[in-house]
């Protein structure tokens, strides 16, 4: 059960993928990347729930087997890689149930200890990604993401494709090579919309504009209070910066907007 790709390449892969190995030692299952061959491909991949990210490299071995390399030995893995840099790298799984790894190069080698019992119990990662590839497209109103978990894909790649299937869908980010993909989960808000803060920006452009029941109006427009009466915008504000309106005829009597809205019912008109 061995494979050869480069040291560059295994080097690469496990950065891309390295941010997103759990520390939780409560999860014990998520604290190791995955090290899988099957159908032509050496896979590394990590999750910790929120994020996964899954990098590949082509092999000419059609052996398929899978290993782990614990959070704790990830550093002095990436360090050996950088030194062994272009060197072909002979990666083996070792036999049996321990789910250890060994790499060797034609001048040093270096073993990863792994405990098989720890790992057995690792998310089915193909079906959670092509759940997410496979799902029908829908509009995302607004979606929110956790700017923490963003940072991970900064070794990612200098360029990323990204799209989302829906609200509810993970954030889906590929490389150009088809040798990079990821998932982030969003933060979950039952009734998400963008227009509020749209309204808030808009307005702060706009200092002759207001937001009533969550839309935005112009001040030097028509407005009516509860009566049917005529407001309008005096064009002064108060030292703290409120806008004054006053009724049509009453200019020497202004109210601030929110004392109107308030008091009054002032609303735009029809």
């Given at each position: ?21 759990s520390?939780?030692d ?5 604290t190791?990347?995955r ?10 991949l ?5 994020t996964?990210?899954v ?34 790298v ?16 034609a ?7 792994a405990?098989g019992?720890a790992?057995?119990h690792?998310p ?6 092509e ?31 990204a ?12 490389d150009n ?21 749209i309204?808030?920006?808009l307005?702060?452009f ?12 112009q001040?030097?427009?028509?407005w ?8 309008e ?10 806008p ?27």
């Open positions: 059960m061995t494979v050869n790709t480069s040291a560059h390449e295994l080097h690469r892969m496990l950065t891309q993928i390295a941010p997103h190995v520390d939780d409560t999860l014990p299952t998520l190791a990347v090290v899988e061959a099957e159908g032509g491909n050496l896979f590394v990590a999750t910790d729930r929120y996964m990210a990098a590949r490299v082509g092999i000419v071995e059609s052996d398929a087997w899978q290993a782990y390399i614990p959070v704790e030995s990830l550093p002095a893995v990436l360090a050996w890689l950088h030194v062994a840099d272009t060197s072909v002979q990666v083996a799984a070792d036999q049996g149930d321990s789910f250890g790894l060994t790499l060797a190069t001048t040093s080698n270096m073993r990863i200890a405990d019992n790992y057995i690792y089915n990662w193909r079906k959670t990604i759940g997410q590839l496979e799902a029908e497209m829908e509009p995302v109103p607004m979606t929110s993401f956790t700017t923490e978990f963003l940072a991970r894909w900064k070794d990612a790649g200098t360029l990323l494709h799209w989302q299937a829906g609200p509810q869908k993970a954030l889906v980010l590929a090579e088809g040798r990079f993909l990821g998932l982030q989960m969003p933060v979950r808000y039952e009734t998400a919309t963008r227009q509020p803060l309204n808030q920006w307005s702060a706009r200092p002759n504009a207001v937001i009533v029941d969550g839309t935005l109006h001040l030097d427009g028509t009516q209070d509860a009566d049917g009466d005529d407001w915008f005096t064009g002064r504000r108060t030292p703290a910066g409120e004054l309106m006053a009724l049509v005829g009453l200019e020497d009597d202004p109210h601030t907007f929110a004392q109107a809205v308030a008091d009054y019912g002032l609303k735009p008109a029809a």
